[in-house]
């Protein structure tokens, strides 16, 4: 059984920072491109960040490019999205999405079910 979990959300400070990590099991962590997906209090899904099985490619949405930093160990079976500078439109559940591939051109079959993350100003 596929499972994603996440960890690590919590209540910071603007211009704090969090890392949050997401514990996969279930599959071969290391042949699938994973990302991270972001849903604000009345908003909708919003795509942060990805990153392809093999690290080399990564993407970000242009709101978090220079403050935010999508990482995995493969080893470990874990990804992780750092974030540094954070502001209070960061507010969101953020979810550990899995891609049906190795890249990220295809669709998520897979989620998790989330982790606050909390920007107060």
């Known amino acids: 059984e596929v499972q994603l979990v996440e960890s690590g959300g919590g209540l910071v400070q603007s211009g704090g920072s969090l890392r949050l990590s997401c514990a996969a099991s279930?599959?071969?962590?290391?042949?699938?491109?994973m990302s991270w997906v972001r849903q604000a209090p009345g908003n909708g899904l919003e795509w942060v960040s990805s990153?392809?099985?093999?690290?080399?490619?990564?993407g970000y949405r242009e709101s978090v490019k220079g403050r935010f930093t999508i990482s995995r160990e493969n080893a470990e079976n874990t990804l992780y999205l750092q974030m540094n500078s954070l502001k209070p439109e960061d507010t969101a559940v953020y979810y550990c999405?899995?891609?049906?591939?190795?890249?990220?051109?295809?669709?998520?079959?897979?989620w998790g079910k989330g982790t606050l993350v909390t920007v107060s100003s």
């Open positions: 999405t899995r891609h049906a591939t190795d890249y990220w051109d295809r669709g998520m079959d897979y």
């Open positions: 279930g599959f071969t962590f290391s042949s699938y491109a």
């Open positions: 990153i392809n099985s093999g690290d080399a490619n990564r």
